[in-house]
């Protein structure tokens, strides 16, 4: 009889419970995140250890009413909707699991005055208290992550970061304040990539950006993609870093995905290093929680309910646990102030038009204040759970906590690095934020600048010599018959020439003008100076292959005007080319010098004169130069059989065409071929013409100074 009387006891206790009706929104599969079951197995234990305290809710059961969102807003909409038209009415709802789908049901849940608490949802968007009134969350936003990545890139001497995330509210929101954060800590963003299916592209753009410190945000599906592409460019390593979210489960890479093409060992090694900031989801004290229960033995109790599987959603199912006893002391303070206010309502009475007690229900879960299995539970003024971060770094193919931000700090850099677990570089110093350039502007050595010009000077005093003697000797028959005013032009001309080697810029500041002023006196002192050997010949071939018996008297001065005529024919062309395409100094690059084992490379570049059109100026300038050349030897081949030694240099100009020819032929050959070496380009091309014009000279005068010394020594 006892039994009967306390199994009749009980019975009628039981009875007597008034049923209350929340509604659970859970991702049991999706492709973004699927952790529903670890969740949904977490609120059911906290729903019994809630029903098991008779100081919570007394008189009433907890019931948990749930349903697939598949991690679709869609979908997610559609299961809110479905069970608010449909008994029994719920109080509240627990979810969503992922930020779209929260975002959508949480526009739409206070209409019917019900307060939404996700367990997980990280969207920055949902502390946005105009459009989502109701909506708490027992984790915190992932923009509280940013203050704690700032503090690792001053501690490291990162200044020079890239971001690549999903074209997701949740990841956009995080990288768009991530990005005002670094320009008020001057911070400087290399490159940010957003992209919706497929990053390959995006991942290429960072590789080629020298990308080396690397903000992502997306999910994880997304991140075995991005992780394979960044092993196929080579976008990993000791080199660069990888920061991440941190709520991926552990071992996500490892996940078969079909539409992923690597190998898991391929993904190991480009997720090697990574680091992720990650909110602290089980006390490392190991306080016991509001319900009696330690972190450690409630992660007994969740293994004992899924056989110790390492089922999607188990590294957060805590906040689930969380979650279900912030909801029940909410409800447990609402009943009091439902009694205090005697208005004969229980929590049974509310109906989805009761804003009255909807917002009674809002304010004490404002003022929730517990000890949660994660640590100490409480929501700030946006409705967010407020919580310490740890930073863990996959290190050795193990995840490995390496440090607590704690945003309570005074201190510059928050951020406590943990001794027992330290960060482990290759080389033993953080890896640099990019390449190491080193700028450099080649310029002409001085040194051999200086010694072309002294060859040169060399070159104007015997050029100024020869003139000398032209000038004092002019009556002295070798010279006289010679044309002397022809020879001053030839002088003059290589005099100009000569002045070309002076001008070339031995400094970074190169200018145009010295440029146009050295094709200018070149192709003026080639003018004069093959003009006027071109002049004598001509005036020899005219006397002595008259076919006339009436003697042809060719001036001197004729000579001269034929040789200005040619000369002013290159000065139209220069002065054409001047004012419509003229030169302007241009910027080459080198190719760079890479260090691999310092990571550093020179680049440099050299500045060069160039023209618009440039190769019709050149050719034309070398057509007339070509055809003054082939007349000169043709000429002097008419004239071969002139016995006048003083009259006749037919025999010499023969030997400077040549002389100039197969000079000219090896210095643009060789030119071509040295491409741009400064040094040696200049040096080939000084040697040309001071070579050319001084074995012309000498050819040309040597002989007149040598007969006029022997006859002076004998007479």
């Known amino acids: 009889m006892l039994l009967v009387f306390v199994l009749t006891t009980c019975l009628r206790a039981i009875s007597a419970l008034d049923d209350l009706y929340i509604l659970g929104l859970f991702p049991f599969d999706g492709i973004a995140w699927r952790g529903g079951y670890g969740m949904l197995t977490s609120a059911e234990i906290a729903i019994e ?46 979810g969503a699991g992922c930020s779209p789908v929260s975002e959508a049901t949480a526009q739409a849940s206070h209409l019917w005055n019900l307060v939404q608490m996700s367990y997980v949802s990280l969207s920055p968007s949902l502390s946005d208290k105009l459009r989502f009134p109701f909506f708490f969350r027992t984790t915190a936003p992932d923009v509280v992550v940013n203050p704690a990545r700032i503090d690792i890139f001053k501690q490291f001497g990162w200044s020079q970061v890239s971001t690549i995330h999903q074209s997701f509210e949740l990841f956009s929101t995080v990288t768009e304040n991530l990005n005002e954060l670094m320009k008020e800590a001057n911070l400087t963003i290399v490159r940010s990539e957003i992209f919706t299916q497929d990053p390959e592209v995006q991942v290429k753009n960072l590789m080629e950006n020298d990308a080396r410190i690397i903000v992502g945000g997306f999910y ?312 006027a050997l071109f002049a004598k010949t001509w005036r020899v071939h005219v006397i002595f292959t008259n076919a006339t018996k009436q003697k042809k008297i060719v001036k001197d001065i004729q000579l001269v005007f034929m040789v200005l005529g040619l000369t002013s024919i290159n000065l139209v062309v220069l002065i054409v080319w001047a004012i419509l395409h003229p030169i302007i100094v241009v910027t080459n690059d080198l190719p760079k010098e890479v260090n691999e084992v310092d990571d550093y490379e020179i680049r440099k570049d050299y500045s060069a004169c160039t023209s618009e059109n440039e190769i019709y100026y050149t050719g034309t300038l070398f057509g007339i130069q070509g055809i003054l050349m082939l007349l000169g030897a043709f000429l002097a081949w008419e004239t071969r059989k002139v016995k006048i030694e003083a009259l006749n240099d037919s025999k010499l100009i023969g030997v400077c065409i040549y002389n100039v020819v197969v000079l000219s032929i090896l210095g643009v050959t060789v030119s071509f071929a040295l491409g741009d070496n400064i040094n040696l380009r200049y040096s080939l091309d000084s040697a040309v013409v001071l070579l050319a014009t001084t074995v012309t000279e000498c050819l040309i005068f040597v002989p007149k100074v040598s007969i006029n010394l022997i006859f002076r020594l004998f007479t």
């Open 49 to 94: 250890h809630v029903n098991k305290h008779d100081y919570i809710l007394p008189g009433y059961r907890l019931n948990l009413i749930y349903n697939n969102t598949m991690c679709d807003p869609g979908q997610g909409i559609k299961v809110m909707y479905d069970n608010l038209y449909s008994p029994p009415t719920k109080l509240l709802i627990i």
């Open 220 to 531: 994880a599906d997304k991140a075995r993609k991005i992780f394979c592409e960044a092993y196929k460019e080579g976008l990993y390593g000791s080199k660069v870093v990888w920061i991440l979210v941190g709520w991926y489960d552990d071992d996500w890479w490892k996940t078969p995905d079909p539409n992923v093409d690597c190998t898991v060992e391929e993904l190991s090694a480009a997720v090697e290093g990574y680091i992720a900031i990650d909110h602290i989801y089980l006390n490392p004290k190991n306080t016991p929680s509001i319900s009696g229960v330690t972190p450690e033995e409630f992660q007994t109790i969740f293994n004992n309910r899924t056989n110790n599987e390492n089922i999607f959603g188990k590294k957060l199912s805590p906040l689930a646990y969380d979650t279900i006893w912030a909801i029940a002391l909410g409800l447990n303070e609402t009943i009091e102030d439902l009694a205090r206010n005697d208005t004969q309502k229980n929590l049974t009475d509310f109906t989805y038009t009761d804003s009255e007690f909807g917002h009674i229900l809002l304010e004490n879960m404002k003022k929730v204040n517990f000890q949660g299995i994660k640590g100490p539970i409480y929501f700030d003024e946006n409705h967010d759970a407020v919580s310490l971060l740890r930073i863990v770094r996959i290190q050795g193919g193990v995840k490995e906590t390496i440090g607590i931000y704690n945003p309570t700090l005074t201190t510059d850099v928050k951020i406590e690095w943990l001794p027992e677990t330290p960060v482990v570089w290759a080389g033993g110093l953080p890896p640099k934020d990019s390449t190491i350039v080193y700028y450099e502007t080649v310029v002409l050595s001085f040194s051999i600048y200086v010694a072309f010009c002294c060859i040169s000077g060399i070159g104007m005093v015997l050029a100024i010599v020869f003139l000398m003697f032209n000038i004092m000797y002019r009556n002295a028959r070798v010279v006289k018959m010679s044309s002397p005013r022809l020879n001053n032009l030839i002088l003059i001309g290589c005099i100009l020439i000569y002045i070309t080697v002076f001008l070339y810029n031995t400094t970074e500041n190169h200018s145009s003008l010295i440029c146009q002023a050295k094709i200018f006196l070149m192709t003026v002192g080639f003018s004069l100076a093959f003009g």
